[in-house]
């Protein structure tokens, strides 16, 4: 089967760090990418690992494990606005992709 | 340049009843997806075309949902007849190429409500 486990709620304070944990069991992998979704919004996308290692996108890092079947995103100076729910999903080997359940994240002032 | 477009953004119909979601993604991108996304879920692929070819439609329950990608653009999905359990977003994506279906582009959504 397919599965991907992610917490389902994380809080932090405003200007903290936060780090939103991924595993990953799948038939093929080919990367793991992020994405955010505001309530009632589309999910835009953040980032995409294929590689082992950290990818930096402003405040935004996303890393990966593939012998770990482990990634984490990694959210610096955290903003109201980065309130919002963060979904890991895979690449698999048919080209899909596959999503997790989400993390919901409450930043507080 | 112009994101994806779907229309309705909302939709409530009885069940039993047929409904039809229309999505334009971007230009230029080949590949266009539907996904179902129940309220706390994550989305769920229903259907993946490459162009106007059938890539992955595994997860879509062929016996109510039907979809088409005419000329290789436009989409438009449609349920008939609707259940309850139905209720839900319905999300076109689009990505560039089907190699890039890690970096996808969304559009609002269009929310359903089976009554």
């Known amino acids: 089967g397919q599965s991907l486990e992610q917490p389902s709620e994380v809080t932090a304070v405003e200007g903290a760090i936060v780090q939103i944990n991924c595993t990953y069991q799948t038939s093929g992998f080919y990367g793991l990418s992020w994405y955010q979704q505001h309530d009632g919004g589309a999910p835009t996308f953040l980032s995409y690992n294929a590689l082992d290692g950290l990818e930096e996108t402003g405040r935004f890092s996303s890393f990966l494990s593939r012998s770990d079947s482990y990634g984490y995103l990694l959210l610096q100076e955290l903003q109201m606005k980065d309130s919002a729910s963060y979904f890991c999903?895979?690449?698999?080997?048919?080209?899909?992709?596959?999503f997790g359940s989400g993390t919901r994240l409450l930043v507080r002032p | 340049e112009a994101g994806v477009a779907q229309s309705p953004r909302y939709k409530i119909i009885e069940k039993r009843q047929s409904v039809a979601f229309w999505c334009n993604p971007i230009?230029?991108?080949?590949?266009l997806y539907w996904y179902q996304q129940i309220l706390g879920q994550g989305p769920k692929l229903l259907i993946q075309f490459q162009n106007n070819g059938v890539v992955d439609d595994s997860q879509l329950p062929k016996d109510r949902f039907s979809a088409e990608r005419l000329k290789g653009v436009d989409s438009t999905l449609k349920i008939q007849p609707a259940k309850l359990e139905d209720s839900a977003v319905y999300l076109c994506?689009?990505?560039?190429?089907?190699?890039?279906?890690?970096?996808?582009?969304f559009g609002p959504g269009t929310r359903l409500t089976v009554t």
């Open positions: 230009s230029g991108h080949a590949t």
């Open positions: 999903a895979v690449k698999d080997s048919s080209y899909k992709l596959i």
């Open positions: 994506a689009s990505s560039l190429v089907v190699d890039k279906t890690y970096e996808q582009y």
